[in-house]
């Protein structure tokens, strides 16, 4: 199976597919984005979608990520994943080998507490992120 990133105008032909399973995504966000946001970003080029496809179900995974340059280095921040996990970790030679084209050093994301017991190898907490609201 191949997995690239998409250009906009692909991403914008497989939103039908892709969009339930962002929505799905966005429900455990704690409102940090919605499908229409991600739908956006897509559409401007500013984060990707990566899918998988089997023949026989359709789609059965899809990562959102998108580029972020620091003050030292550059990752690839993963905004989302969505499906089953066996086919989002086959994704990942193919989103390393364009991360090194792109000059990215490294994978960066967030995730609810347990979200360590899911990742594949290689990956480690290195901070935590704490939110506070304050109302209107």
């Not at 919605?34 to 739908?39: A, D, Q, R, Y």
């Not at 897509?42 to 359709?58: A, C, E, I, P």
């Not at 086959?90 to 050093?105: G, H, T, Y």
Request: hydrophobic share 40%; with cysteine.
């Amino acid at each position: 199976m191949i997995h690239s990133a998409m250009t906009p105008g692909v991403a914008a032909a497989s939103w039908p597919f892709v969009e339930s399973f962002i929505k799905r995504a966005a429900l455990h966000s704690d409102g940090d984005f919605n499908e229409k946001f991600i739908e956006q970003e897509l559409q401007l080029g500013r984060m990707q979608l990566w899918t998988s496809f089997d023949k026989d179900r359709g789609l059965i995974a899809c990562v959102v990520t998108s580029l972020q340059q620091y003050q030292l280095q550059k990752i690839c921040f993963v905004h989302c994943l969505a499906g089953e996990l066996e086919a989002i970790y086959k994704m990942e030679p193919s989103i390393i080998n364009w991360m090194k084209a792109n000059d990215a050093v490294a994978f960066e994301s967030w995730g609810r507490k347990g979200f360590t017991k899911i990742l594949p190898p290689g990956w480690k907490e290195v901070s935590r992120c704490y939110r506070k609201y304050i109302g209107n």
